[in-house]
Nanobody
């Protein structure tokens, strides 16, 4: 059974940093495409990053490029999102997602990030 558990969210001032983690289990993490997406209040889900895998480089949405870094530890089955220079518009619930955009898509429960001015 696929399980994804996000952690690391919280309240941070604009310009600050947070690191989100996602603990994965129940599937072969090392060969799975892993993503971070977010949903801000009243807005649609936004894809923000895909981890590198098997020669495919990491990819980022323009809204976070240069500020966020996605990484993975296949030995620990963990996906990480380092978020720097946070802005108020980054306030959202952040989700770790396996196989985003496919029929096998699976997300965790999310972790809330709130950026104050």
């Amino acid at each position: 059974q696929v399980q994804l558990v996000e952690s690391g969210g919280g309240l941070v001032q604009a310009g600050g940093s947070l690191t989100l983690s996602c603990a994965a289990s129940g599937f072969r993490f090392s060969t799975s495409h892993m993503h971070w997406v977010r949903r801000a209040p009243g807005k649609a889900i936004e894809w923000i990053a895909r981890s590198a895998l098997a020669g495919l480089p990491a990819a980022y949405a323009d809204s976070v490029k240069g500020r966020f870094t996605i990484s993975r530890d296949n030995d620990k089955n963990t996906l990480t999102l380092q978020m720097n220079n946070l802005r108020s518009e980054d306030t959202a619930n952040y989700y770790c997602v396996k196989d985003w955009g496919t029929g096998q898509q699976k997300a965790g429960q999310g972790t809330q990030v709130t950026v104050s001015l």
